[in-house]
């Protein structure tokens, strides 16, 4: 019998597709869906009948185990009981999208996901204390997972050894009358496979180019956070020594070691470039055992803005500057104080600067848990 094709042209088409699909899902079918990278094959957890199936199309030993797709980000946590700083930066920055995230699970069995499910679901999910996990940013594919009620794993909808397929004919080449459904949405977005990382503690190793190269996993695994003020000599570089100081706190190392473990925190201006840190901000955070000596001020470009994850400016003139500069960074620009500003302590007292150090203390602490996602 011919694989049951339904041909979806834009989101007013998705309702009855997703309907249908995540039914056959349900009931133990095998259905073939496109990601922004390739088509992928899917089978519930739940069903193994059809994750046998699904082995035997793709030539795979059953103690091999497949990717896990999730319609949404945060799910992760049911699959990973602890995720480390590293994942969850990965996660924040690449999900969705095409990246599949290889994570480590100790204990499977402690899993929130593994309550009332055996053995066999965990061999379909784990393999060597692991996890593939993977979030697709397509539409219908993510409609199609959050639509079937228990977890979907899922691999390239090809024959073992046959290239990738990009569109609905090419799956059909290879599993016409082998599958239960095709959603069939044309050629994908990339049309190029995910990029594979995995991801131990706070380290991660390629295994996989796909659509994001080995450059930009290097740069998307660093967390970089910056701090912008007026001059840079005085709230903008106290913040960030603050901060760094938090930051290895909560990682149990030296703010030295920051670069090391992917931490990037940063400081300029939007007038900066002249001069250095100024004296009683010095004074006040050496207090704190911050020290500001070697700090040199210079002026915001739009290339840091650019790069960095997290940016907090003191006062809303500074933010307005800064999304003037870059306009396409919006949602990564922040006042330090939510809904309030830092006053520039610049020719008051010793007593204003620590004033001033107070309020970018309780600001960092505010800010701290969001920068450490």
Known sequence: MATEVLKTGGEADYGDAVTRAAAILSKGGLVAFPTE????????????????????????????AFTVHLGAAEKATEFVPELSLLARRFIHKVWP???????PVDDPSKAAVMVGRNGAAAGTMYFERTIGLRCPSDRLAHALLQAVEGPVV???????GNPSPQTGADVLRDLDGRIDLLLDAGR??????????????????LLREGVYDARMIERLAVLRVLFVCSGNTCRSPMAAGLAAS??????????????????????????GGAGCASNHAAAVMARRGVDLAGHISRSVTPEMLQQADYV?????????????MAPPIADRVYLLLEGDEVADPV???????????????RGLKARLPEMLL
């Open 347 to 361: 020719g008051g007292t010793l007593d204003d600067y620590e004033r001033c150090a107070q309020t970018l203390e």
């Open 37 to 64: 990278t390739v088509y992928g094959l899917g089978a519930c957890v739940d069903k193994p009948a059809a994750v046998d199936r699904l082995r035997g199309l793709k030539s795979r030993q059953g103690d091999k």
């Open 312 to 324: 907090y400016a003191m006062t809303a003139s500074h933010r307005q500057t800064l999304l003037q």
């Open 246 to 271: 938090m930051i290895a706190g909560k990682l149990g190392c030296k703010v030295a070691d920051l670069p090391a473990k992917g931490v990037v925190v940063e400081s300029a201006g939007v007038s």
């Open 97 to 103: 999208g095409p990246v599949t995230l290889v994570l």
């Open 188 to 205: 994908t977005e990339f049309s190029m496979p995910s990029t594979i990382v995995r991801v131990s503690g706070s380290s991660f190793e």
């Open 154 to 160: 899922a691999t390239s909808a090809n024959l073992a």
